[in-house]
């Protein structure tokens, strides 16, 4: 009957019917841990860490009661304040926040050495 034993052996491994310190113990601890830290190299879980923003802003974002959006921008890293420069910082910072959208207005805000955008948009 070494069949029988063999299955019996298999069920109590999966059943977790030893205790602790004995050798199958050890075994079943000693294949899980295994598993936990070479499965990785082996098995592809497609985790993936997130990338991080490209433009390091902060932004808000309120609905302005007609439909748009309107968005609130950390400008402090514009490098100048041409229109078509500005507007180019704007879309590339709000478009993977809200998706496609466009610009309808622009006001720069002051507020001492800081300065901030309003952006008045709506989706495409």
Known sequence: ?????????????????????????????TLILLFTFLSPYWINFRDKPLQPNPHRTEVVVVADGRGGLMFRVDGSGFQNTDDAYVRAELSRIIDPISGKVTIDRYERDNAGRVTNYRVWAHRD
């Open 1 to 29: 009957m070494p069949a029988t034993a063999f299955w019996r052996t298999i069920r109590d491994y999966i059943l977790w019917s030893y205790e602790r310190g004995t050798i199958q113990y050890d075994v079943m601890v």
